[in-house]
């Protein structure tokens, strides 16, 4: 449940972030909260210290990308500056944009709903793939594959490129296509200087008076998936630095059905220590 913030309204709580009304309405407040959601439920307990490494790794990839972005104040690893003392180190004060109603997914490799649809249809999002992959294999070149942005309560959908056309027209989408594709190309490559592998990610963007801008979070454990390069390579799938240790324990434990059970001790430390250890690699 979100807090109340001295000042600031609270005008939108979703699974795991927090946006507040600034008191002079020159930003917002988005706190990342250590809730931890999986196959759209969020679970219980959280991760000790969620919110915070995410917004330090989200701050750290926006200081890398040259593109317009949505911080206005990089104050969140202070108790300083616009950012309130309660939720300092896992906060950041940001633009208001009209935000586009889609996920900008890039995958170089294929794993998670794109293997299901793939094991189905040979394809992904409408764009057809080689025959004869396998879950964790690299594709011959990243592809993009956006989904749109339910409105609450619902499911994101995964769709094609000529549905976002549809949704934006065919200047932004293209402008959202190139830029993602772009920024994967980029960001694999210092993921992979530090012995990680970029398997996929999913960029947010808004207009800011007419300029796409990059918002929400950016390339951390909760929008992409990381996996540990020397382990792929021997043929280990499964050596990630997400949430994927939370996905395959409910997997494992759940059917789906009715409210998820309560994650044991061990998935939260796990769980945690991968968010940490993924930040030392990438960072140090």
């Given amino acids: 449940m979100a807090q109340e913030l001295d000042g600031w ?6 699974k795991v972030r927090d946006l507040y009304e600034s008191p002079d309405a020159s930003g917002l407040l988005m706190v990342a909260s250590d809730r931890v959601s999986a196959f759209d439920h969020v679970l219980e307990p959280g991760i000790p210290d969620k919110g915070s490494l995410l917004t330090t790794l989200s701050l750290w990839w926006f200081e890398r990308l040259d593109l317009p972005n949505h911080v206005i104040s990089s ?4 108790a300083g500056g616009q950012v309130p003392d309660a939720v300092a180190g896992r906060a950041m004060v940001v633009k208001r944009l009209e935000m586009y109603p889609i996920e900008c997914v890039v995958r170089g490799y294929l794993s998670g709903s794109g293997w299901v649809e793939y094991s189905r249809s040979q394809s992904v999002c409408g764009v057809p793939l080689p025959a004869g992959l396998n879950d ?7 592809i993009y594959t956006p989904a749109w942005k339910a409105p609450l309560g ?7 490129y000529e549905r976002t056309v549809e949704l934006v027209g065919e200047k932004v989408a293209s402008r959202l296509r190139d830029l993602s594709l772009s920024t994967f190309a980029f960001s694999s490559g210092i993921a992979a200087d530090r012995g990680l592998i970029l398997a ?7 207009d800011d008076n007419g300029t796409v801008t ?3 979070e950016v390339l951390t ?5 990381y996996w540990d390069l020397a382990a792929w390579q021997r043929g280990e799938r499964g050596v990630s630095f997400d949430k994927q240790v939370v996905r395959d324990w409910l997997k494992a434990n759940w059917d789906q059905h009715g409210e998820p059970p309560r994650l044991p001790d061990d998935v939260v ?3 945690a220590d991968r968010y940490r250890e993924l930040i030392t690699r990438l960072t140090a």
């Fill in 9 to 14: 309204t609270l005008a939108y709580s979703g």
């Fill in 75 to 78: 104050t969140a690893v202070s």
């Fill in 136 to 142: 964790g294999d690299r594709l011959p070149e990243p």
């Fill in 154 to 160: 619902l499911h994101d959908e995964n769709i094609t």
């Fill in 200 to 206: 996929d990610t999913k960029f947010e963007f808004g």
């Fill in 214 to 216: 990059l918002a929400d």
């Fill in 221 to 225: 454990s909760d929008s992409s998936r």
């Fill in 269 to 271: 430390r796990l769980t």
